[in-house]
């Protein structure tokens, strides 16, 4: 039975023969770089196309919200007027007025004197 052992190797002419390793190959990096490069300009792409769609989007709303901001101009006017006269009218007198405006004051709300046009 000791005979089915293989002797051991002891010199180097007796190891067996290994193929010899191929040298790695060497791969260019052209390829990562443009796909990288690929992928950064089609997402600026995108970027800049959802912004102009944004863009566009905000100035059809402006150009729906100035006629509302022109009404609320007019409101805004037509209710000062109202509130000078009716502050003219209390410090003339009127005990309705002083009412009105005691009322305004107690709101929190401001009556700005009417503007005196000055002497040229």
Known sequence: MESDKQPVPT???DL???PAQPAP?????FLP?????????????????Q?????????ALDAAVTPQEQAAQKVRNSLEAIATATARLA??????????????KK??????????????
Request: overall charge positive; charged content about 10%.
């Open 11 to 13: 010199r180097s002419a």
């Open 16 to 18: 067996p023969r290994v």
């Open 25 to 29: 190959r060497q791969y260019s990096t």
């Open 33 to 49: 770089h443009l796909l990288m490069g690929l992928a950064l300009v089609t997402w600026l792409g995108f970027q800049a196309f």
């Open 51 to 59: 912004q102009v769609g944004e863009r566009q989007q905000l100035a």
């Open 91 to 104: 410090g003339e007198g009127n005990a309705n007025a002083q009412i009105v405006v005691e009322q305004l």
């Open 107 to 120: 709101r929190g709300v401001t009556i700005n004197p009417p503007a005196v046009p000055q002497a040229q």
